[in-house]
Nanobody
Framework: QVHLVESGGGLVQAGGSLRLSCTAS????????MGWYRQAPGKQRELVAG???????NYADSVKGRFTISRDNAKNTVYLQMNSLKPEDTAVYYC??????????WGQGTQVTVSS
């Protein structure tokens, strides 16, 4: 059973930064890809960023240039560095992992609130 545990959320003013961490119970090298999704109240869950086993990354257009996803295989941890935060980034952020082509493991989520 795979467990993903997020941390690093909180309250920050607009323009500030936060770094989210996601630590897996096993080796993240076994995952084909890992990513971060977010869900704001009344909105659908959306992909924020993803990173493959080989290190290729992709981002939602709304966060390009502001957010950076990275991974530390030795620590079984994936990070999401969020800079220049905006109130519209407020959401619950979820870590996810895929053994194949579908994200099938999810963390419990961490709240990020950006005040204006």
């Amino acid at each position: 059973q795979v467990h993903l545990v997020e941390s690093g959320g909180g309250l920050v003013q607009a323009g500030g930064s936060l770094r989210l961490s996601c630590t897996a119970s096993g080796s993240i090298f076994s995952f084909n890809a890992m990513g971060w999704y977010r869900q704001a109240p009344g909105k659908q869950r959306e992909l924020v960023a993803g990173i493959t086993r080989r290190g290729s990354t992709n981002y939602a257009d709304s966060v390009k240039g502001r957010f950076t996803i990275s991974r530390d295989n030795a620590k079984n941890t994936v990070y999401l560095q969020m800079n220049s935060l905006k109130p519209e980034d407020t959401a619950v952020y979820y870590c996810t992992a895929a053994l194949g082509s579908v994200y099938d493991y999810w963390g419990q989520g961490t709240q990020v609130t950006v005040s204006s």
